[in-house]
């Protein structure tokens, strides 16, 4: 058999099983290597080596000289699982073949390696984003250098894998910075494609700005998982210096495989950021807190005492006055055991909870401290054909000051296609499936809370929850045209959920006039988008799981901070008719009309519920003691002979 071991020596004219091939002749400008399947020798610097079980049980050598030509790569990967004799350093001759293994281009069947002196390599630059996808084949085999700051966006298959995601900062979803409608972010246009071309170029930007930074290893599960830091975890917004290592094609993906120790900058886990209030509202996806088990949430018993105990660390830290709860089980059992679970950190009943059950799969559910609030209206619930769940408000009164607001949850229709039709299909703007079905259900509960602002006379409305739409979506937009205000302070840098690398906001939280000017504050507090998911509650990831509030859920939760002394103190009493007279004396508890033409009034309380009446009649004048109407908002309506209409208005019974 011949062998080349001094093949370099030999001139480059060589031909026929073991011809001497510069690396950046081998590698050529195309995908695959035009010598696949030859015998050749190469020369090259040993810029990286990775030997032993469970390694890329080889090593990439470089040829800095080779040629000027940008479009070729001067490195290449040697498979060579026994390497022994050689160093970072080392210029060494290979002889080997050429193959295309998942089309990255290496020599494997080493027939010989020999020293043949020493060089250095320097890192090539490489500056993000790449002009296309291709672009990466000029730097296959290389060591890269990304000058500057790398920031983690991804870390789903750390833990599993070792790989994590890296950008020159985070990735955001395409939807959240641009408008798929408006070229201007602060435009409501909603429906129509005029901007989709700037949202598929964001994406693509994103698309060509990342790079997997994985850890030399083929195994799964590494114990421990590479670079994690003193608190168990790595977040994503971590950040690496300079990062450098040599560039690698494996499943599907090119890759960094790590050449030295990696300066990881850990992103710390934020203690609670509480908006400096007097009263504070928090709204959270618990990420399917289920009582049923093996279904949608926990699996078992154990996991779902996991799971409990971590919403409630969380919740008891946030120590909000109110909870805005999304996606529990639509009964009666999974909302009372966690509130029992929430209340039982506190050693008493620190709150209560109410709900309705309608619709399917999940529902929402309001928490509150009885000590700070009460109830001043009945629960509202929404449910139509177009929805899949019912939405809530209740109104609340502050204790302290009398000031009253109506409490809102919000939890629309998911952007995923099953069953999808028509309008309810991606249209390809980025706003994935059922978005026209989304839009329905913010029109429907737009008019809906409408009619409850002005049947209860409170107008300061705060509505949270997840609206499964970024912040450039329709839906937010129908918001904002709709009168109500975005409450979180910081626009695109604020972000609630984490998918395929992107980030974005949609979980948020929203306010009427009256609302928005009492609220000091608003932000979510980032525990989980950040975190990798493997430090969940289900039992295959025990190893990693840790009883606090970071990865509680799949979603951050949203943080509102309310002056209640800007909230207007009780119900203005009021009639809607100049012609009528209307008093209400609510020390003495006595309400009185008086019109031209008045023989008769109507009561009702705040749902539309008729109201006996003990009220008395004399000429034009009626009047009524209100002493044992329940506490509440309460519509009127003056009316005459004929039984119709004079006047309407409205009037408040406190506790």
């Not at 300079?242 to 050449?259: A, D, I, K, W």
């Amino acid at each position: 058999m011949l062998r080349c071991v001094l093949a370099v020596l030999l001139a480059s004219t060589l031909t026929g099983a073991c011809a001497q091939i510069p690396i950046c002749i081998l590698q050529g400008s195309g995908t695959s290597s035009a010598y696949n399947g030859q015998a050749v020798t190469t020369t090259g610097v040993v810029t990286a080596l990775f030997s032993g079980t469970g390694t890329l049980q080889g090593f990439f050598i470089e040829d800095p000289a080779c040629d000027a030509d940008a479009s070729t790569s001067n490195g290449l990967f040697i498979y060579n699982p026994n390497t022994t004799g050689i160093a970072l350093g080392d210029r060494v001759s290979v002889s080997g073949t050429v193959q295309e293994f998942q089309t990255l281009t290496e020599l494997y069947a080493i027939s010989s390696i020999s020293v043949i002196g020493s060089g250095t390599v320097q890192p090539t630059d490489v500056t993000l984003p790449l002009s296309s996808a291709s672009a990466w084949e000029r730097y296959e085999g290389m060591l890269i250098r990304f000058p500057g700051t790398m920031t983690v966006t991804g870390n789903d298959d750390w833990a599993q894998y070792g790989e994590l995601v890296m950008a020159p900062d985070r990735l955001w979803n395409a939807t959240h910075v641009v408008d798929p409608n408006d070229a201007d972010p602060d435009g409501t246009t909603v429906g129509g494609l005029g901007n989709v071309a700037a949202v598929n170029a964001a994406e693509v930007a994103n698309a060509l700005s990342s790079i997997i930074l994985d850890d030399g290893r083929t195994t799964s599960w590494p114990d421990p998982p590479p670079l994690i830091s003193a608190q168990g975890t790595l977040r994503c917004g971590s950040t690496v210096f300079n990062l450098t290592g040599v560039l690698h094609y494996m499943y599907s993906r090119f890759r960094l495989q790590p050449v030295s120790t990696i300066p990881m900058v850990h992103y710390p886990r934020p203690a609670p950021r509480l908006p400096d209030a007097a009263l504070r509202i928090v709204s959270w996806n618990v990420h399917n807190y289920w009582s049923t088990l093996g279904g949608f949430g926990a699996a078992n018993a154990t996991e779902l005492a996991r799971q409990r105990t971590k919403l409630t660390v969380a919740m008891e830290m946030m120590d909000a006055d109110a909870f805005v709860l999304c996606e529990l089980e639509n009964n009666d059992v999974a909302w009372v055991d966690l509130i029992a679970g929430l209340n039982a950190l506190y050693g008493s009943t620190a709150y209560l909870g109410v709900e309705q059950n309608a619709g399917f799969g999940t529902k929402s559910v309001i928490f509150y401290k009885p000590d700070v609030l009460t109830l001043v209206t009945p629960l509202y619930s929404y449910y139509s054909s177009t929805f899949e769940r019912a939405h809530i408000t209740q109104g609340f009164e502050v204790i302290a000051t009398g000031g009253r607001f109506l409490l809102s949850g919000m939890h629309l229709r998911s952007k995923l296609c099953d069953n999808a039709t028509g309008a309810n299909l991606d249209l390809g703007d980025g706003q994935g499936c059922y978005n026209a079905r989304r839009l329905d259900q913010v029109s429907e509960l737009v008019s809906h809370w409408a009619d409850l602002r002005t049947s209860t006379g409170i107008d300061a409305q705060l509505v949270m929850g997840d609206f499964n739409a970024y912040l450039q979506e329709d839906p937010i937009d129908l918001m904002r045209v709709s009168g109500f205000t975005a409450l979180v302070m910081d626009g695109i840098h604020d972000y609630t959920f984490r998918y395929q690398d992107r980030f974005g906001a949609i979980d948020h939280a929203f306010g009427t006039e009256a609302m928005a000017n009492a609220v000091v504050g608003a932000e979510p507090w980032a525990i989980n988008a950040d975190e990798p998911p493997v430090l969940d509650y289900p039992d295959a990831n025990i190893d990693f799981y840790q009883p606090n509030a970071y990865r509680s859920s799949d979603h951050d939760p949203v943080v509102v901070g309310i002056d209640p002394a800007e909230l207007v103190v009780g119900v203005e009493a009021v009639a809607h008719d100049r012609s009528t007279s209307f008093t209400f004396d609510a020390a003495q508890g006595i309400a009185s009309w008086h019109a031209i033409g008045l023989v008769g009034l109507e009561l009702a309380d705040a749902v539309g519920r008729s109201v006996g009446l003990q009220a008395s009649r004399t000429g034009n004048t009626i009047t009524m003691r209100t002493d044992a109407l329940a506490p509440g908002v309460y519509a009127w309506r003056c009316i005459d002979v004929a039984g119709r209409a004079i006047s309407v208005g409205r009037f408040a019974v406190a506790r």
